[in-house]
Nanobody, 125 residues
Framework: QVQLVESGGGLVQAGASLRLSCAGS????????MGWFRRTPGKEREFVAG????????RYPDSVKGRFTIYRDNAKNMVYLQMNSLKPEDTAVYYC??????????????????WGQGTQVTVSS
């Protein structure tokens, strides 16, 4: 089991950058495939980045590809989402999620077993 806590959200102007952090608990944190999702009111959670537990593979939807980067520091039990060139449409609550030793980086939120509480990102135009 793992517990996740996000931080790093805030209010920024369009074109700015933010780095979100996700702190995980547990000795087996490095064995979890991690995902970042976001949700806006009235919409389903949207996948924005994923990183396989092996640390080799990543996955991004076209909407953020080239702007967002997911990476991890297993020594610190941390996963990060670097977001550059932010747009107003990136405004959402961002969540990190984990699934144990999945070889597949799922873009389906139902595939993830553990979730953080979320952090708000607001991008003004």
């Amino acid at each position: 089991q793992v517990q996740l806590v996000e931080s790093g959200g805030g209010l920024v102007q369009a074109g700015a950058s933010l780095r979100l952090s996700c702190a995980g608990s547990g000795r087996t944190f490095s064995s979890y495939t991690m995902g970042w999702f976001r949700r806006t009111p009235g919409k389903e959670r949207e996948f924005v980045a994923g990183l396989a537990w092996t640390g080799i593979s990543t996955r991004y939807p076209d909407s953020v590809k080239g702007r967002f980067t997911i990476y991890r520091d297993n020594a610190k039990n941390m996963v990060y989402l670097q977001m550059n060139s932010l747009k107003p449409e990136d405004t959402a609550v961002y969540y990190c999620a984990a699934v144990f030793r999945s070889a597949v980086i799922y873009d389906d939120a139902r595939r993830y077993d553990y979730w953080g509480q979320g952090t708000q990102v607001t991008v003004s135009s």
